[in-house]
């Protein structure tokens, strides 16, 4: 490994047969692979990677460590209580974060009343979504939604 190695989780943005693009979950920051080691767009990765001589502008993996997919899925059920109390008290648009008893988080955002399908399937359908419960280190992702209230659930296991 190199002093220009980087390890840490990554999303696939995109992949084609010859080369994928990562996202650092944590950073940000996006590489450009020499080679595409195997991996599908939307894939969360383990691993380092280090920058290709003599140009270091691609990189290649060194080390993968860890290869997943992490579902994002709308449930029929309607938001918790708690979720329909937390968006009773915000405006339309207003989001709100809070940590879930154990491992992810809870998010709670109020929409107009006849904009709720849409952006149900808006979040389920959003990469910043699968980077977020990356960057927690969750494994699923539920959204529920009633009547103006969205709930994004970033669940363990």
């Keep these: 490994m190199t002093d220009g190695a980087t390890q ?8 084609d047969e010859a080369t994928a693009v990562l996202q650092n979950v944590q950073s940000g920051q996006v590489h450009t692979l020499a080679e595409n080691p195997g991996v599908e767009a939307g894939e969360i990765l383990e691993a380092t990677i280090e920058p290709q001589p003599p140009m270091e502008a691609v990189w290649t993996v060194v080390d993968l460590s860890g290869q997943r997919t992490i579902p994002v899925e709308r449930s029929p059920e309607p938001p918790t209580k708690q979720a329909r109390d937390i968006a009773a008290d915000q405006a339309v648009g207003e989001l709100t974060t809070r940590e879930r008893a154990g491992e992810g988080e809870l998010h709670v955002i109020t ?38 209230v969205l709930s994004v659930r970033y669940l363990p296991s």
Excluded: Y
């Excluded at 840490?8 to 992949?15: C, D, E, I, L, N």
């Excluded at 699968?130 to 699923?140: H, Y």
């Design 111 to 148: 929409v107009p009343d006849e904009q709720t399908d849409q952006a149900a399937e808006d979040v389920v359908a959003d990469d910043a979504t699968v980077t977020r419960a990356a960057r927690l280190g969750v494994d699923r992702v539920e959204v529920r939604a009633a009547e103006g």
């Design 8 to 15: 840490g989780t990554f999303v696939v943005a995109s992949a």
